[in-house]
């Protein structure tokens, strides 16, 4: 033990690195972001998280946006515990088979208009489970998607400029995105 407290001394400590992302970007996205949330809803963006059956890393890329660097709601974005107070659904894993049923009755639960996000490739084609008996090729297979944003699992601010991207191409009469 006392080897352990010394070299622990010694040895600079095991972090990461910050993101590469300017704190200033962030913030105009972040701006941005709740700028259009409003221009569309005439409030700040509501989000429920719902993970369909993944590994929990696009999870915790989608936690990090409540920690201290980007603290997204500064700009009143916020994560909901309910879908009956939520306007996207974000949504994560390739949609297990136990989690279709569930998925359908969030959705049916959540207030139009409402969003679905396809977040990570798990979520848009089925990613590495592809072809298992036990999951769906992605959230499109259970729900209407509006979004997808890819990657594996994609960082915050690519989550960021996905919403943002979601929201500047609603139609405002209709709610329904454009392409």
Known sequence: MRKLLFESLIRRPLTERPPLASGTAVDELARALDGAAHKR??????????DAGSCNG??????????????????????????????????????TKNMREALKRTYDATPN??????????????????????????????????LHIPGCPPPPIEILKGLLTLLEGVNSKTGAVRS
């Open 113 to 146: 208009p409402k969003w679905v996000v396809a977040l990570g490739d798990c979520a848009g084609n089925g990613g590495c489970f592809a072809g298992s008996y036990a999951v769906m090729r992605g959230v499109s297979e259970a729900l209407p998607v509006d």
């Open 41 to 50: 809803l005439g409030r700040s963006l509501s989000i429920r998280a719902v």
């Open 58 to 95: 696009c999870e915790l890329e989608m936690h990090a946006l409540n920690n201290a660097f980007y603290d997204i709601e500064r700009f009143g974005i916020r994560f909901v515990a309910s879908p009956r107070h939520a306007d996207v659904l974000l949504v994560t894993g390739p949609v």
